[in-house]
């Protein structure tokens, strides 16, 4: 069974950061992207950053130069380093794994992690 957790969360003040892991176990095949992405009360869920297997990043407009994301993939974990966070980063931050089965693609999430930034 593929199971994705995060960690790292918790409340930091405006200008602080944090970093947040994500492990996923229980993949037999190949991973290909690894992701994390946020929703705030009230909003959707939104892309924050993605890694894929051939090393490409993309991120947000809205965390660019601040968040930096990164793989392990000898651990099958990825990373999101937080810096100068803002209150408007406040959200649950959720990781997504797309893997390969066979020939078919899957995607899992995980249950988030909580990031407060307060003012």
């Known amino acids: 069974q593929v199971q994705v957790v995060e960690s790292g969360g918790g409340l930091v003040q405006a200008g602080g950061s944090l970093r947040l892991s994500c492990a996923a176990s229980?993949?037999?095949?190949?991973?290909?992207?690894m992701g994390w992405y946020r929703q705030a009360p009230g909003k959707q869920r939104e892309l924050v950053a993605t890694?894929?297997?051939?090393?490409?990043?993309d991120y947000a407009d809205t965390v660019k130069g601040r968040f930096t994301i990164s793989r392990d993939n000898a651990k099958n974990t990825v990373y999101l380093e937080m810096s100068s966070l803002k209150p408007e980063d406040t959200a649950l931050y959720y990781c997504?794994?797309?893997?390969?089965?066979?020939?078919?693609?899957?995607?899992?999430w995980g249950q988030g992690t909580q990031v407060t930034v307060s003012s």
């Open positions: 229980g993949i037999i095949g190949s991973i290909n992207a």
């Open positions: 997504r794994v797309e893997y390969m089965r066979g020939i078919t693609q899957y995607a899992s």
């Open positions: 890694d894929t297997s051939g090393g490409s990043t």
